[in-house]
């Protein structure tokens, strides 16, 4: 649990402290990440395709090159995206603008990844794939087998982009949500839970099995090898792995569906919905205190009906709404009392059923004038 809190913690002390500088230190571990991956990856063809150092070093260098200019032409529309949160940091926080900072905020991971689409795929992996066949003087199919395994690198890198985001914007997203209403029911603006699982499982499997065939080999690979292994990994990542994939995204999503449904009936106003307990995990922790915070609106809901049966009904939620705080008010105010005529001998020849019903059928009649008037009924007597 602590390894779990002191990662947001340490986030939330760094947005607190740089403010707006904040995102120049996302700017920086988008950047030195990238450039790691790309380290990563030439290092994996070299265990494919026999260099020297210097032609190692040649093959970087045209490599980070292109990785920075895939990552100035992403800094560059989402400088454009992020323009509503960078204007709100910069007005000083200003509640008239923090919705559309909200909703910036939390729909810039996945701005980040799906709005530069497939160009940077082709600004680093279609130059690298050329560079490295004509360096080595390779067959013309090479090419596809390199594009194929810079794809995937491109691809991890992009993941491994989406999820820090995520992390980085979440104290900001915080920060931003504490000027918003109270009862601000949010905007699906990021990616669904379920496509995370299902995109991000997969690939790691991809890589992984790239990654462990050539620390497998024997020095003897070949980029036919290479080529070889991304199938294998592809196939085995959707095929024999693709059915742990689904188990795990049902294991999560199943519960936090039943928690979703559940919200809806309430905000429907069935205060009688219930999550069932399927899992002993946080999920269904959470499921078990969702159910408790229902047990008390509904407790509140009885209360609040019972004492509206008493009294007038914005009294009760008044009384509801401040309890022992209740303070009195001085308002000029008219009032009306209103006698049944001959009440005493009826109830003395009618039965208690009798004497109830038609006491209900005349405050039918009464009560709603009264409240029509903006009155309320202060006391039943007799």
Same mark, same amino acid.
């Given at each position: 649990?602590?390894?779990?809190?002191?990662?947001?913690?340490?986030?939330?002390?760094?947005?607190?402290?740089?403010?707006?500088?904040?995102?120049?230190?996302?700017?920086?571990?988008?950047?030195?990440?990238?450039?790691?991956?790309?380290?990563?990856?030439?290092?994996?063809?070299?265990?494919?395709?026999?260099?020297?150092?210097?032609e190692f070093w040649e093959i970087l260098l045209f490599s980070e090159a292109a990785v920075a200019a895939a990552l100035v032409y992403s800094s560059f529309r989402l400088k454009r995206t992020a323009r509503p949160l960078v204007q709100w940091l910069k007005l000083g926080r200003d509640p008239a603008g923090a919705f559309d900072a909200w909703r910036t905020a939390v729909s810039l991971p996945r701005e980040l990844v799906v709005r530069n689409g497939w160009l940077p795929f082709v600004i680093v992996a279609l130059p690298i794939s050329v560079f490295f066949v004509i360096q080595?003087? &390779?067959?013309?199919?090479?090419? %596809?087998?390199?594009?194929?395994?810079? /794809? $995937?690198?491109?691809?991890?890198?992009?993941? =491994?982009?989406?999820?820090?985001?995520?992390?980085?914007?979440?104290?900001?997203?915080?920060?931003?949500?504490?000027?918003?209403?109270?009862?601000?029911?949010?905007?699906?603006?990021?990616?669904? &839970?379920?496509?995370?699982?299902? %995109?991000?499982?997969?690939?790691?499997? /991809? $890589?992984?099995?790239?990654?462990?065939?050539? =620390?497998?080999?024997?020095?003897?690979?070949?980029?036919?090898?290479?080529?070889?292994?991304v199938i294998v990994a592809v196939l085995v990542a959707f095929t024999i792995s693709l059915e742990l994939t689904v188990l795990v995204t049902k294991s999560v999503l199943t519960p936090v569906d039943d928690l979703l449904e559940a919200t809806r009936r309430v905000k429907a106003g069935d205060l009688s919905a219930r999550v069932p307990l399927t899992s002993g995990d946080e999920l269904g922790a959470l499921a078990g205190s969702f159910n408790e915070m229902l047990d008390g609106l509904s407790e509140r809901e009885a209360l609040r009906q019972a004492l509206g049966s008493y009294v007038d009904p914005d009294v009760a939620e008044r009384v509801l709404k401040e309890g022992e705080l209740l303070q009195g008010q001085e308002v000029e105010v008219t009032v009306l009392f209103v006698d049944i005529r001959d009440f005493t001998p009826f109830a003395e020849r009618a039965s208690a059923r009798e004497t109830v019903a038609h006491l209900n059928e005349f405050f039918d009649l009464t009560v709603p004038i009264l409240l029509k008037h903006k009155g309320h009924a202060n006391k039943f007597v007799g």
């Amino acid at each position: 649990i602590g390894d779990n809190l002191a990662m947001p913690l340490t986030f939330a002390r760094l947005y607190k402290r740089l403010g707006r500088s904040y995102f120049w230190l996302f700017v920086v571990f988008e950047v030195v990440s990238a450039l790691v991956v790309c380290v990563a990856t030439v290092g994996l063809f070299s265990l494919y395709q026999p260099m020297s150092s210097s032609e190692f070093w040649e093959i970087l260098l045209f490599s980070e090159a292109a990785v920075a200019a895939a990552l100035v032409y992403s800094s560059f529309r989402l400088k454009r995206t992020a323009r509503p949160l960078v204007q709100w940091l910069k007005l000083g926080r200003d509640p008239a603008g923090a919705f559309d900072a909200w909703r910036t905020a939390v729909s810039l991971p996945r701005e980040l990844v799906v709005r530069n689409g497939w160009l940077p795929f082709v600004i680093v992996a279609l130059p690298i794939s050329v560079f490295f066949v004509i360096q080595f003087e &390779l067959p013309f199919y090479s090419a %596809g087998i390199i594009f194929a395994g810079a /794809v $995937v690198a491109v691809a991890y890198a992009a993941v =491994l982009h989406f999820f820090a985001s995520e992390m980085f914007m979440r104290p900001v997203v915080k920060d931003i949500a504490e000027l918003l209403p109270p009862d601000f029911p949010g905007r699906p603006a990021g990616v669904p &839970l379920r496509w995370k699982l299902l %995109g991000a499982l997969p690939l790691i499997n /991809v $890589v992984t099995g790239v990654v462990v065939s050539g =620390l497998s080999t024997d020095g003897r690979a070949a980029l036919t090898d290479l080529g070889l292994d991304v199938i294998v990994a592809v196939l085995v990542a959707f095929t024999i792995s693709l059915e742990l994939t689904v188990l795990v995204t049902k294991s999560v999503l199943t519960p936090v569906d039943d928690l979703l449904e559940a919200t809806r009936r309430v905000k429907a106003g069935d205060l009688s919905a219930r999550v069932p307990l399927t899992s002993g995990d946080e999920l269904g922790a959470l499921a078990g205190s969702f159910n408790e915070m229902l047990d008390g609106l509904s407790e509140r809901e009885a209360l609040r009906q019972a004492l509206g049966s008493y009294v007038d009904p914005d009294v009760a939620e008044r009384v509801l709404k401040e309890g022992e705080l209740l303070q009195g008010q001085e308002v000029e105010v008219t009032v009306l009392f209103v006698d049944i005529r001959d009440f005493t001998p009826f109830a003395e020849r009618a039965s208690a059923r009798e004497t109830v019903a038609h006491l209900n059928e005349f405050f039918d009649l009464t009560v709603p004038i009264l409240l029509k008037h903006k009155g309320h009924a202060n006391k039943f007597v007799g």
